[in-house]
């Protein structure tokens, strides 16, 4: 091989990889926005915003899109975003618990799904992997944060946040 053609290799591949990395900063910045958008929608109609989430949709979608490690960013940074441009989810200690339940949901989504066999039942395994690890960190990260405020966070608090 020649000098020449090496080099035009690695030029090549080097424009893939900004190629890449410029889809990915723009796949980011959209789940980012969707994720603060969302909320706007759901919110209209209280039974629904209630019930639907829509913040972790984006972050779940965004983890299977671009990876665990885009998907933590992306899931951690929209919950802190939403707090400090429209003051909901209140920052401490619902936006700081939300933000490290996100991360993980966009983390395990990626890494799940890269790992496990392109199956349609691993998109679901991904999934519910994700929520139970997800909720399992809020949980965590809630007792602490009620912890510093000498309040108690309860078995009951943790079911009823997590689950219902």
Same mark, same amino acid.
Not at 1 to 9: F, Q
Not at 29 to 38: K, N, S, V
Not at 106 to 115: F, I
């Given at each position: 091989?020649?000098?020449? *053609? $090496?080099?035009?290799?690695?030029? %090549?591949?080097? *424009?893939d990889?900004r ?5 990915? $900063?723009v796949?980011?910045?959209? =789940?980012i926005a969707?994720?603060?958008?969302l !909320? ?6 209280p039974?629904i915003?209630?019930?639907?989430l +829509?913040m972790?949709? !984006?972050? &779940?979608? /965004? ?5 665990g490690r885009?998907?933590? #960013?992306i899931g %951690?940074?929209?919950?802190?975003l939403r707090? =400090?441009? =429209?003051?909901? +989810? +209140?920052?401490? +200690? @619902?936006a700081? /618990?939300?933000?490290?339940e996100l991360?993980?949901?966009? &983390?395990v989504?990626? &890494?799940?799904?890269?790992? $496990?066999p ?11 992997? @994700?929520? #139970?690890s997800g909720?399992i960190?809020?949980?965590i990260?809630?007792?602490? $944060?009620y912890s &510093? *405020?000498k309040? /108690?966070?309860t078995?009951?608090?943790f079911m009823?946040?997590? =689950?219902?």
């Amino acid at each position: 091989m020649k000098v020449c *053609d $090496l080099a035009r290799t690695f030029i %090549f591949l080097e *424009d893939d990889m900004r190629k890449e990395s410029t889809k990915k $900063l723009v796949l980011s910045g959209f =789940f980012i926005a969707l994720g603060l958008i969302l !909320p706007f929608i759901t919110g209209q109609i209280p039974s629904i915003g209630r019930m639907l989430l +829509p913040m972790h949709i !984006p972050v &779940l979608i /965004a983890g299977f899109i671009l990876g665990g490690r885009c998907g933590l #960013i992306i899931g %951690f940074i929209i919950p802190l975003l939403r707090t =400090f441009l =429209f003051t909901m +989810p +209140p920052l401490y +200690p @619902a936006a700081i /618990a939300m933000a490290f339940e996100l991360g993980v949901y966009g &983390l395990v989504t990626g &890494l799940l799904y890269n790992k $496990l066999p392109k199956k349609p039942i691993n998109i679901y395994v991904s999934l519910i992997g @994700a929520m #139970i690890s997800g909720r399992i960190v809020w949980g965590i990260v809630s007792y602490i $944060l009620y912890s &510093l *405020d000498k309040t /108690a966070f309860t078995l009951e608090m943790f079911m009823a946040g997590a =689950f219902f």
